[in-house]
Structures are given as C-alpha cells and as structure tokens.
C-alpha cells in the first residue's frame, strides 16, 4: 500500500518536465482556433466577478460591506477566485483521462500525470486572478503585507485536495460518464454551501446558526477560501485555526490514500474501455 501511495509522487519527479511541457500546450490548445487564444480564459472568470458583483454586492446590497466592514466586491473576489481555480481544476480534471484517450492506450505512457498536466493548466490562470485581486485590494488602500505569503500555502492545499478528488472522478468516469454530470451539479451546490459569495455570520442571527456554521465547516474547501480571506482581510496566519487546520490534512490524507486505491484499481481497465 505504501508503494502505491508513493507511485503518483515518483512518476511527477521523473516526468517534470514533460508535465511542465504537456501544461503549457494544454493552455494553448483550450483556446486554438479562437481570433483572442488564451485571452478568453481570464475575459470569462472577469465576467463571472462582475455579474455577481452586480446581482449580490449592488442590486441586493446596494454596493453595501460584508457584515465586518469589508467592501462586498473584495470580499467576493477573495472568495471566488480560488473557487474558480478548484472549479476549473476539477472539471479539466476529471476529464483528462478521455481527453488523452490516445496517451492512456500507450502502454509506455505514464497515465497518472495527466490531470496533473490539466491542474497546473488552470493554476496559470489562478495565478493571474490572486494578481487581480492583490491589485484590487490595493485600490481600495489594503496594500500587500506580510500574510500574503501565506496565499501560496493555500495555493498548494487547492492543489492537493483537487488532485485527492480528481483521481477518483477522472478513473471513474472512465467507465460512468454520468460522472462529469455529477461533479458539475455538486459544484453549483457548492458555491453556495462553502459559502463564497455569502458571509457564515450571517447565521449568527439564528437559534439554530451555530449547528449549521458547523456542518458548513466541515466542507475542505471552506478551510481554503477562510484561508484567502484570512491572508487578504482579516490577517491571521493558518496555524492559528488549529481545528481547522488539522481537519482539512485528515480529509486530505484520507481522500488520496482513497483516490490513489481506485486509480490503481482501474487503471489496468483504461484502454479497454477508451
């Protein structure tokens, strides 16, 4: 078991760079075609900031600050761009096995790089945004600071926690393509339960608020957008949520010794069914 769990690392190492190479093409060919290419992949996400902007910081609130003073919109931002990077990253993901069908039936390929070349793909791009909204945060007079360091510990934990799901669904949906129907439809649920465009004290109003902000806790990824708000607004540092901090690495460590079992249970199966 030990083995298997040190396989994915291992095979990361010795094709780094073909990864890194496979990432950059994999950019390139998303958009081939397109008379604007790769711009399309950031004019998108803009958009997506802007109507929720519109629909939840202006026509519902007036354009008033989240419940601790924070202008809506950079609360909003500090929330939604790593949501859009887990979101991208998941989607690609889960995808890459039937999209490099041709690769998964070499028999001299090493298939477990593929939704590493689809995670690093969309990390370009979330890169791009976590610049965006350091920028947008400095317009509105909160400049870069020391705690902005600790945006790229949540950057990794992202990464992980996609690659613990994405090895579960991109081998299952292999053989279940109703797969990416299910992850699509748990990701607009998601949105709202993490909550990325809604603030967790709204509960505080409520007898039964304390029960919920903690079943809503239990979701991994609150933990990362908590974590991006904590760096660009609240500053504090991770290990001051202690609780939280020790949940998320035992669902991670429990989700990819899980996903690392079924992707290694199924992929002796790929090329049959592709």
Known sequence: MLKELCTLPSA?????RLVKKMAKNDLKSRFAGSYFGTVWAF???????LVYYFVFGIAMRG??????????VLYLVSGIVPWMYFQE???NGTNAF?????LVKKVVFDISVLPVVK?????VIHLFFVAFAMILFACYGYYPNIYYLEILYYMICIFL????????TSSVIVFF????????????????LTPVMWDLSFLNGYSWGSTVMRILKLNPFYYIVHGYRNAFIEQRWFWEDKLLTVYFWAFLIVCYVFSTWVFNRLKGHFADVL
């Open 12 to 16: 990361l190492y010795r094709n780094r």
């Open 43 to 49: 004019i998108q996400p803009i958009v997506t900031i």
């Open 63 to 72: 354009g008033a600050a989240s419940g601790d003073g924070t202008p809506f």
């Open 89 to 91: 990253g998941l989607v």
């Open 98 to 102: 039937l999209e490099y069908s041709y």
């Open 119 to 123: 995670l690093l793909s969309a990390l």
């Open 161 to 168: 926690l996609i690659l613990a799901i994405v090895y579960t």
């Open 177 to 192: 393509r109703d797969m990416g129907q299910i992850v699509s439809i748990l990701l607009q649920i998601g949105v709202w």
